[in-house]
């Protein structure tokens, strides 16, 4: 039935600056890809066959955030006719759900920029539904909506505003179901910095089951906010870090500060802790080092990490998965690697046993 639909197109959306280094990762000489279209955080590939929507072939690597087939490309001056158009092609595809989504502006912490958040798209959410109302579908759009697995997703891509891109993916990982790829948990009063976002993400997409009571170490905790949200879940929290904590963090009953470097803490003082979680600035290898010697001590009965690996020269995206067998020798059996939609020039390592 949805022969109209097969299409060679897939997209890929990344953080800014990462577009080079996927191109290169994807477009292999001997690979399914060649390149078509490349925008800051957004680019499209052919690949060698067309295929159908709800396909579950589609690029996958730690540096792509969102991904799925693309059905069109649209250009036009207002919205309302864009819509129009947009629903005529899509009446007899089997669609479940209508993600609209922005491709990102900037880096993610850029001047308060955070992914995902778009007025445009929240604008266009709701033309959307009064369309498909005035329609009599009672299918939804919008933003923010989590898609459970093998949902049946379309997309619209606000590349510009004037330029969008109609997509189409079923859901397959935790990441397909969020719109555009991002997790955006509501931003407390008071945050103390964005690591509350990064770990937030963190936790939902590795599925961290941190429950009120663990205990969890921080390593690189200052000034507090991803101690802020395991303190919001109820963990009983310890701090390593040589520079001050905020003092909201600093003075709750659940916390305690180490007012040192990791190296310096002797590791069978690790021993209490069943979650570690590293966001040192700190090269990968030290990173790691620093991890394998805590973790491997005989006395460690640490079940998960979540790790934030410094991606300094965006060429260290190669050494992922060498990363990954590491991690995966210390005999965590889960291990898996994602560039956040909160992180910056880092990627998230998580690992349980
Ligand atoms: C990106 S900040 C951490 C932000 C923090 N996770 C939060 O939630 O606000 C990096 C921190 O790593 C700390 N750091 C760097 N090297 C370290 C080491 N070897 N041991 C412990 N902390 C370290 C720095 O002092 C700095 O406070």
Not at 71 to 80: H, I, P, S, T, V
Not at 262 to 282: G, H, M, T
Not at 312 to 323: F, T
Not at 331 to 350: F, M, T
């Amino acid at each position: 039935m949805n022969q109209p639909f097969t299409s060679p197109f897939v997209y890929a959306a990344c953080q800014h600056g990462a577009e080079k280094i996927l191109k290169e990762l994807l477009c292999e000489p001997l690979g399914p890809y060649r390149l078509a279209y490349s925008q800051k955080g957004f680019v499209t590939f052919k690949s060698n066959l067309a295929t159908p929507p709800w396909s579950r072939s589609l690029p996958d690597h730690p540096l792509i955030r969102s991904r799925g087939h693309v059905l069109e490309r649209l250009e036009g001056e207002l919205a309302e006719p864009m819509i129009e158009t947009i629903l005529q092609k899509v009446g007899e595809l089997d669609w479940e759900h209508l993600h609209i989504w922005q491709r990102d502006i900037a880096q993610p912490g850029w001047h308060g920029f955070e992914p995902g958040r778009s007025a445009l798209a929240s604008f266009l959410v709701e033309k959307f539904n009064a369309a498909l109302d005035k329609r009599g579908d009672s299918r939804r759009a919008s933003s923010d909506h989590i898609a459970s697995a093998d949902t049946k997703i379309l997309e619209v891509c606000l590349d510009e505003p004037n330029r969008w891109w109609l997509a189409a993916k079923p859901v397959q990982t935790t990441e397909d179901g969020w719109a555009g790829g991002v997790y955006a948990p509501p931003i407390p009063d008071g945050m103390i910095s964005r690591a509350y976002l990064k770990l937030a993400e963190a936790i939902r997409w590795s599925e961290m089951p941190i429950k009120p009571g663990d205990r969890v170490v921080e390593i690189g905790s200052s000034p507090g906010g991803a101690c802020q949200l395991l303190l919001d879940l109820g963990a009983k929290v310890t701090g390593v870090d040589p520079a001050d904590m905020d003092e909201r963090i600093a003075n709750h009953p659940s916390f305690t500060h180490w007012r040192s470097r990791s190296l310096q803490v002797k590791r069978k003082e690790f021993a209490p802790f069943k979650y570690l979680i590293c966001d040192a600035n700190v090269a990968p290898n030290y990173t790691l080092d620093t991890i394998e010697a805590i973790v491997t001590y005989p006395t460690s009965r640490i079940e998960g990490l979540i790790l934030t690996i410094k991606l300094s020269d965006w060429e260290h995206a190669k050494l992922i998965p060498d990363h990954l067998e590491r991690v995966h020798s210390w005999g965590y059996s889960r291990v898996d690697a994602r560039q956040l939609a909160h992180n910056r020039r880092e990627y998230c390592l998580a690992a349980l046993k």
